[in-house]
T-cell receptor, first 113, second 111 residues
């Protein structure tokens, strides 16, 4: 299995509070991604990174920001959590480009009350 | 706009059966195609990439029809351990970093 960890694995928070999820990889892969998965939807891309300090928006980026100050860490921040952001969040990594396999972390279950 | 469509199932099949999943995609510029497997409350894991010539990995065979924008996955001699949700995944076009995931097809293999 690819060396990807996510923290926390579970979190319950209240509407309006800031939340930061962390993805850590030990594979030295260049590309990192944040997805959310909700019932009735496929995995949807929130943000991705193609290098340190290089990030871009995905399909559902509103309400989220990201940062990548080191190759191994990719942070996802919900500045002011809303109930619609209750979801399972997966981090993924890939070595090179879109043709390369994406490997997923174990996920973070976030509940916003 | 549904970019990757799959039959959600569930498919309930007996052990030893052969089962086929289908997937259609809307972006004709897509270059990369995959099947992922996701167990309940777990992360998706790559099952196999799908090549134009078709490819086989043990009991699993994947086919791609670019003209019809159609991908298939065939599982032969189903095992109880094959029970999972199978995700059809397509990249968003040449030069794109983005993958588009289908909602998945749920398979239950019954003893």
């Amino acid at each position: 299995d690819a060396g990807i960890t996510q923290s926390p694995r579970h979190k319950v928070t209240e509407t309006g509070t800031p939340v930061t999820l962390r993805c850590h990889q030990t594979e030295n892969h260049r590309y990192m991604y944040w997805y959310r998965q909700d019932p009735g939807h496929g995995l949807r891309l929130i943000h991705y990174s193609y290098g340190v300090k290089d990030t871009d928006k995905g399909e559902v980026s509103d309400g989220y920001s990201v940062s990548r100050s080191k190759t191994e860490d990719f942070l996802l921040t919900l500045e002011s959590a809303t109930s619609s952001q209750t979801s399972v969040y997966f981090c993924a990594i890939s070595e090179s480009t879109y043709t390369d396999t994406q490997y997923f972390g174990p996920g973070t279950r976030l509940t916003v009350l | 706009r549904k970019e990757v469509e799959q039959d959600p199932g569930p498919f309930n099949v007996p052990e030893g059966a052969t089962v086929a999943f289908n997937c259609t995609y809307s972006n004709s510029a897509s270059q990369s195609f995959f099947w992922y497997r996701q167990d309940c409350r777990k992360e998706p894991k790559l099952l196999m990439s799908v090549y134009s010539s078709g490819n086989e990995d043990g009991r699993f065979t994947a086919q791609l029809n670019r003209a019809s924008q159609y991908i298939s996955l065939l599982i032969r001699d189903s095992k109880l351990s094959d029970s999972a949700t199978y995700l059809c995944v397509v990249n968003s076009g040449a030069g794109s970093y983005q993958l588009t995931f289908g909602k998945g097809t749920k398979l239950s293999v019954i003893p």
